[in-house]
Every structure is written in structure tokens, then in C-alpha cells.
């Protein structure tokens, strides 16, 4: 019989999502999301207002516009980690 199979297959994706859940909290504890989201938006209004820009390329575009993704991304995942967190 393979009446095994489904109870094997929900504990790997709660030790799945055991393990995700850890290496969020893991990776907050160095630096909250805010700050993280700060260092992002250093770096690109650095970028982005030095004198010696003469024209953003369609390259660093892209590049910008990952790192607000990025951004976005860490925003959601911290507001989940303090949901977690609180629960």
C-alpha cells in the first residue's frame, strides 16, 4: 500500500517551510528590513545624482529597477517575519 506517500510528502514541505522560515529569521538579525531598504536607496540615489552621470544606460535600468524589487521583496518579507514573530 502507499499510504506513506502523502504524509511523507506534507512532512518534507513542513520541514521546507521550517527551513525558509529559519533563514528569514536568519537573515533580519544582521540588519532590520528598513535599514536594508536604506542601504538600497544610498546606493541608487548615489548613483543616480553623481555629477558625473552624463545618461542612465537601459543596463543600469534594469539594474535600478531589481534593486527596488529587491526592496520590495525584503519589505515583505520582514513584515511577514514580524508576523510570525508576534504569532
Given at each position: 500500500?502507499d499510504t506513506?506517500?502523502?504524509?511523507?510528502?506534507?512532512?518534507?514541505?513542513?520541514?521546507?517551510?521550517?527551513?525558509?522560515?529559519?533563514?528569514?529569521?536568519?537573515?533580519?538579525?544582521?540588519?532590520?528590513?528598513?535599514?536594508?531598504?536604506?542601504?538600497?536607496?544610498?546606493?541608487?540615489?548615489?548613483?543616480?545624482?553623481?555629477?558625473?552621470?552624463?545618461?542612465?544606460?537601459?543596463?543600469?535600468?534594469?539594474?535600478?529597477?531589481?534593486?527596488?524589487?529587491?526592496?520590495?521583496?525584503?519589505?515583505?518579507?520582514?513584515?511577514?517575519?514580524?508576523?510570525?514573530?508576534?504569532?
Amino acid at each position: 500500500m502507499d499510504t506513506l506517500q502523502p504524509q511523507t510528502s506534507i512532512d518534507t514541505l513542513e520541514d521546507s517551510v521550517t527551513t525558509q522560515k529559519k533563514i528569514i529569521k536568519d537573515f533580519f538579525l544582521k540588519d532590520t528590513g528598513s535599514e536594508m531598504i536604506e542601504s538600497l536607496n544610498i546606493l541608487v540615489e548615489t548613483y543616480l545624482f553623481t555629477e558625473n552621470l552624463t545618461r542612465v544606460t537601459p543596463e543600469m535600468r534594469e539594474h535600478i529597477v531589481n534593486q527596488l524589487r529587491v526592496a520590495t521583496l525584503i519589505a515583505k518579507l520582514d513584515a511577514n517575519n514580524d508576523e510570525i514573530a508576534s504569532a
